[in-house]
Each structure stands twice: as structure tokens, then as C-alpha cells.
């Protein structure tokens, strides 16, 4: 469980955006056998200011020292429980198609707090079969198996056509989180969360820059 | 290849983030056989301002027709062409670790406008296999298959503390755009496009919205 004696208070997503970077950034170092590291060491890697450093880090519970800055070691603990990475939710996938099967296959999500306990399709040739060894059921299942294996977090991997139909679904069976991986648009209630994540946005920014790039240069 | 008569202009980010969703709205309706489309209707869809709509399709080449709207059709494939979607570009895979051979296992990627060619890695286990039809290289090879490949993008899903390593070979090898899955920064020359997606940094997000709900209603 995530215990804490602070203040909850509201943590701006830029901030939460960049900690996974000092937690990847920590964790060098305590490969590395650094003990301390100061908030202008971490900002020149980030390219970011170091009172942005400072302030990220004042949302947690660590403290620096004067002269040696954070303690490597606590820095690393601090930062994998702020970001919920120390403690396993478990989440169902609907959609084991492309994409689907690819965060199936990613066993780097458990590394990061995120258990896959099942994974559900309508598509007859993949139901019954095991990706990763996680199972895919068919979908018309998901209400049982939701309330049995403490599911809180809902994956959307459907074509964009589908995924609100999948998402009224898991509001209906309990789902206190959904994470959309399709470009549609979702509406749920309030109390939902909600994160998108659309691979082909980071994409279309690419290529938006590359192709801007050779046009330019004609 | 991309040939526009328009002026060139620097699009803003949340524009083209956007953008693929209102592409996805415009598919599901063009299957469904409705012909017009409001910026109001895009608008709800969205749940963001009419105005907002309007503006981030005056970039690109669509024209609206009073009382119509835009035509479904059109939409489609100037939002296609636009992001790039109908232009191949060639790419490396550097790290074929869990992360890596989800990407692979993405043939939604392709769909998009991306072919990976081929995958690198330092694992003795994984070279020489075939993800998904792509096969994996030892990472000495990338320099004359990049030559010959006509490869301009590169990924990297190689763990966080190699990504630099990774990142200076590409550019030495002429890769011009990095798409960057990794938690760590990498510093490029400047001419080099740099996108990071960390799939991690979602998960945080939801977790601290998740956690700090459960801690509130303690």
C-alpha cells in the first residue's frame, strides 16, 4: 500500500511527466556507485532549470542536503513509490490485436506497478490463447472476471470505432481507470479516469517536423 | 512523396495531437456513409471549443462549406496525407528487449506510415531471430545496412542508461529523426528531430490520479 503522512495535494502532470526521467536518471547513478547528486546535476541532464528540479522534487517526501544535494539511494525509493511503480494494480486488456498484443508482450509495464491478469477480443482466432501468458477471453466474460480478480484499470486497444462501446462497458463493470490507446475520444463519468495515449500522435509529430524539414530544403 | 502548395508553417504540437483523433472521427463516419461534417460535430466529439476545430484544420488544405461543413471524404485524406500517414518512411529498431519486440509485434505502426526494416540488438539470444518478419541484427551492422536501407528514423527501446550510446551512433550513422521510448534525455545535434514517448509517464499519471483518489476517500 502507498502510505504517506503528506498533504495530498494536486501534482502537475508536467512534473509527474518528467519524474520517470530522475527515477531512469537515478537509477545510473546508483549503478554507477554515486552517492549524492546535486538539483543542477539533474537539470543539466534534463536541459531544464534547476529551481524546476526543486520544485518537482519538493512534491515528495525527499529532502536535500546542503552542499551534496539528494541522497542517490533514497532518491530512486522516494521517486519509484511516488510514482505508484512499488505497488501492483491489476488491469484488463481489451483489444488483443495489433497494438494490443504488443503491451502484452511488454513485461516492462509489470517492471512499472501494471499486472495484465487477462486480455479479451471478439476475434474467435485469438480467444483461447495465451499472449505472454497472459489469457484472452472473450469479451461477453469480462463482467465475472472483473469483480473476481480485483481489477481496477481498464487497457483500450480496440479499433477507434469501438472504443467507447468497450469503455461504457468498463465503467458498467467497475473500472475505476481506463487507459486509451486509440485516438477516439471517450465520455465517461466524472469519477473515471481517464489517460490517453495515442502511439500515432507521437508519430504525426515526427513526421509533421521530417517532412517540414526536406520541403524546406528544396 | 509530400508536395503541398500551401505555405510552409509551424503547426503547434497540441494541433497535431489532435489531429488523429479528429482523422478517427472523420473514418467512423465515412463507414458509416455520412458525407458532411460540422466543425460543432467534430467539436462535441472532442469536447473542445468549435472555434479550436476551425482553426486547427485551417492548416491544412480542407476547405468547410457554409451550412455543410467539410466533406467526410476529403477530411480523410487530407488529415492522411497531412500527418504523414501516406508517405513510407523507413526505420531501425535498436533494442529488441521487451518493449522493442512489442513495437515490432505493432503492425499498426505500418499502417501509419512506418516500416521498420530492421531490429538491433546486443543480446546473443535475439540476433538472428525474426520479430514479425523483422530480423535482428547485431548493433555493429547498423551502419552499412542504414546506408543501404534508405533509413531516416531510428528507434530507441534499449534500457534507459544505453540510450545516449544508442542516440550518438544513430547520428553518426545519419539517422534524422530519433523516436525515443526510453525515460532518459538524450542531447542530439540540433538538425536532429527527437520525439520522447514514455509509455511509463502515462502510467504514473494514472497511478497518482488513482492512488490519491483511494487516499482521499480514506
New interface residues.
Given amino acids: 500500500m ?1 502510505q ?1 503522512s503528506k498533504k ?1 495535494q ?2 502537475p ?1 508536467p512534473t ?2 518528467r ?3 530522475y ?3 537515478a ?2 547513478l546508483l ?1 554507477k556507485g554515486q552517492q549524492f547528486v546535486s538539483s543542477t546535476q539533474i537539470a543539466n ?3 531544464i532549470d534547476p529551481t524546476q528540479v526543486t520544485k518537482d522534487l519538493s512534491y515528495t517526501a525527499i529532502v536535500g542536503k546542503t552542499r551534496v544535494g539528494y541522497e542517490v539511494k533514497a532518491l530512486v525509493e522516494v521517486l519509484s513509490e511516488f ?3 512499488t ?1 501492483m ?1 491489476n488491469a484488463f486488456l481489451v483489444g488483443a490485436g ?2 494490443g ?3 502484452l ?5 509489470s517492471h ?3 499486472n495484465i491478469v487477462a486480455a479479451f477480443d471478439v476475434n474467435s482466432s485469438t480467444i483461447g490463447k495465451k499472449i505472454n501468458d497472459i489469457e484472452v477471453f472473450h469479451i461477453d466474460q469480462f463482467r465475472d472476471l472483473s469483480q473476481e480478480m480485483n481489477v ?2 481498464g487497457i483500450i486497444t480496440v479499433p ?2 469501438n472504443a467507447q462501446t468497450v469503455a461504457d462497458l468498463m465503467v458498467a463493470w467497475g473500472i ?2 481506463i ?1 486509451n490507446f ?4 471517450i ?1 465517461v463519468p466524472d ?1 473515471i ?1 481517464v ?1 490517453n ?20 530544403t528544396r
Avoid at 508482450?105 to 509495464?109: A, I, T, Y
Avoid at 502511439?199 to 520541403?215: C, G, T
Fill in positions: 502507498v504517506s495530498i494536486v501534482v502532470e509527474i511527466r519524474m520517470p526521467s527515477l531512469a536518471f537509477e545510473g549503478r541532464y534534463m536541459n510514482l505508484g511503480f505497488v494494480d495489433s497494438l498484443s504488443a503491451l508482450h511488454d513485461s516492462g509495464l512499472f506497478g501494471l481496477i484499470m477507434a470505432e475505476k481507470a487507459w486509440t485516438p477516439a475520444r465520455k469519477d479516469i489517460q495515449t495515442t502511439l500515432y500522435s507521437n508519430l504525426a509529430i515526427i513526421f509533421n517536423k521530417l517532412h517540414n524539414d526536406r520541403k524546406e
